[in-house]
């Protein structure tokens, strides 16, 4: 349902790559024989185009390599991934939204996943505006459709917070004189963009945790009619006995937390670099953020 700003570029094969998960003492045994890392070997997986999903894990990867593991980050659509954590090719997913967005991957496979702990207690999906915006809510957006030129900027027509604003948050706060614009995600942020910088008054539809929120001065304007529904939580899951095999990594990810600040501002350093620049672009943000970043694993 959620659609993301920015996208890897790179897609696993529905098959994947079948890690067989081992102990921390069988990992030191064959490390020994073979090279490879003291911890063993783990496979996060990644939806393509989420921003949550790639932060999050390109963080786990660096903090799990220090560590000693050897890690391998794959690409793949919700419906693969899920697939792949349940057949036990992927090891780890950190973003699954519950108790609606991925409720049906949950229902189908999670009896074959081990749910190890939600991270992001507040992913919503919101309508929002510029900080200084002369309005601070959805029932009072009609009578000051004017100051923001009768406009409302939304993303993929076929998403599913498009549907949700359409069938939804227009009529239930009587819109429908404004246009809403649908195209796509980069083409809103476009827009958001130029108008921020030009100090003009803007509405679009985002979702949190996104980026935007670090990069621009935004405020979600109140739903009082609850129409776009209540927050969700980013819930971090295991193939199952992932916590058997490597239960130091099932402890740090089940515990792991991270704020929106911390959150959105790695997500801005990553958001349209080079995917070869991310491994240094995370290495130097872990170092700007030592001490939060140490007690993950603390």
């Excluded at 991934?81 to 519950?98: E, H, P, R």
């Excluded at 359409?166 to 009529?171: C, E, F, L, R, Y």
């Excluded at 985002?206 to 935004?218: C, I, N, T, V």
Aim: hydrophobic letters at 45%.
């Amino acid at each position: 349902m959620k659609l993301r700003a920015f996208a890897p570029f790179a897609v696993a094969a529905a098959g994947g790559l079948v890690l067989a998960g081992c102990s921390s003492s069988d990992a030191d045994t064959d490390a020994a024989a073979s090279g490879d890392a003291a911890g063993g070997d783990l496979t996060l997986a990644v939806f393509n185009g989420w921003d949550e999903s790639l932060a999050t894990s390109l963080l786990w990867e660096n903090i799990l390599e220090g560590k000693g593991y050897n890690v391998e980050l794959e690409y793949a659509d919700p419906a693969v991934v899920f697939q792949g954590v349940a057949d036990g090719d992927y090891d780890v997913v950190t973003d699954v939204w519950l108790p609606l967005t991925h409720a049906s991957y949950i229902e189908e496979f999670g009896d074959d996943m081990e749910e190890l702990g939600a991270w992001f207690d507040s992913a919503a999906l919101t309508v929002a505006v510029n900080a200084d915006a002369p309005v601070d809510s959805l029932a009072d957006l009609a009578a000051s459709a004017d100051e923001f030129g009768g406009r409302i900027v939304g993303i993929e027509p076929g998403a599913g917070l498009t549907a949700t604003v359409q069938d939804a948050v227009i009529p239930t706060y009587g819109l429908e004189d404004m246009e809403f614009i649908t195209s796509s995600t980069p083409a809103m942020l476009s827009e958001l963009d130029t108008a921020t910088s030009n100090g003009e008054n803007i509405i679009v539809t985002l979702w949190e945790p996104h980026w935007a929120y670090g990069a621009y001065d935004l405020k979600n304007l109140e739903d009082p009619e609850g129409t776009l529904g209540e927050a969700e939580n980013i819930v971090t899951y295991g193939r199952t006995g992932l916590g058997e095999d490597f239960p130091e990594v099932a402890e740090w990810m089940g515990a792991f937390t991270m704020d929106a600040d911390h959150l959105y501002d790695l997500e801005n350093q990553l958001n349209g670099a080079d995917t070869a620049d991310y491994a240094d672009i995370v290495s130097e943000w872990v170092a700007a953020n030592q001490e939060w970043v140490d007690s993950l694993t603390a």
